[in-house]
């Protein structure tokens, strides 16, 4: 069985990684900053974000986007270092906190949300998956979905996979030129896996980070498993990235409650080496 090592621990709670420009970046969401991280364990801190940063992209000019996830915005990170700036406030479509992100080639950027007041336990309820022009013109284009989160975009550009953490599935839908959404089906169903973060390879299986099975699984179109990595804690966000996008970056903690995690840091991100490359976006 394949086992995690520790790249990186001290954290509150990370989301997000995008492996870009030979480092991982990622999200400490509860200590509220974007930060980076290399295959030597060397960090550094590229933002702050006081509303709870979590997804991240970049536009094709090299711009960095991070959803500010309790204002439910976008926001937008000048090349260079700049300052933040809003790129798109979603909160006028988004009926709760804001997660994760991708961002395609041509910088449109596809932004799930709660949709309900998670850690207060209320109901789970349907929700939108929002898109964001490149120019940061917000607009729907899915609903009924339960808890959008983790989403990749296949390598041609013309298929996104939306992990719906309270449906147990992934969700596949044909981009349209404008990038519209449309032929909705089931690409897996997960049983008893719930998704979070995924990150797609080029055997065109999708690795899933399963918090309440305390493991990832790598998946097929159809939902056949062909392998199972436990994990201590819970696993939160994985991606392939490296050089060759073959170490796989797995983000756990031992809570995704907001004060927990701000009281104790027990997040980590954990590698281990696969065969299969990663392919696509993020």
């Not at 284009?141 to 390598?155: A, E, K, Q, R």
């Not at 992990?163 to 044909?174: I, M, N, P, W, Y």
């Not at 897996?188 to 493991?215: Q, R």
Request: hydrophobic residues 40%.
């Amino acid at each position: 069985m394949r086992t995690l090592t520790t790249l990186l621990e001290g954290l509150r709670f990370g989301e997000g990684p995008r492996w870009h420009d030979g480092k991982l970046y990622f999200s400490d969401m509860h200590a509220d900053r974007v930060m980076t991280v290399d295959l030597e364990g060397r960090t550094s801190v590229v933002c702050e974000v006081p509303n709870n940063p979590s997804g991240l992209g970049w536009l094709p000019d090299g711009t960095m986007l991070v959803v500010s996830m309790t204002d439910r915005k976008v926001m937008r990170m000048e090349r260079g270092g700049g300052a933040l700036r809003v790129h798109a406030d979603l909160s006028a479509l988004a009926p709760y906190h804001c997660n994760d992100m991708v961002v395609d080639s041509q910088g449109r950027a596809y932004v799930g949300n709660f949709g309900y007041d998670l850690h207060k336990g209320e109901k789970p309820r349907a929700t939108v998956m929002i898109m964001v022009t490149p120019d940061g013109k917000p607009r729907v284009v899915s609903d009924d979905l339960m808890f959008p989160n983790g989403t990749v975009i296949t390598p041609d550009g013309k298929t996104l996979i939306v992990g719906e953490s309270f449906g147990r599935r992934l969700t596949a839908f044909d981009i349209a030129a404008d990038g519209s959404l449309a032929n909705r089906r089931v690409w897996a169903d997960l049983g008893k896996n719930v998704p979070d973060g995924i990150a797609l390879d080029s055997e065109g299986a999708i690795w899933v980070a399963s918090p309440t099975c305390s493991e990832v699984i790598r998946v097929r179109e159809g939902g056949a498993v062909t392998e199972r990595i436990p994990v201590a804690t819970d696993a939160f966000a994985c991606m392939l990235g490296g050089a060759d996008r073959k170490t796989l970056f797995v983000l756990t903690s031992a809570s995704s409650d907001p004060a927990a995690c701000r009281a104790k840091a027990t997040a980590k991100i954990e590698i281990t080496r696969v065969e299969v490359p990663g392919a696509g976006l993020p």
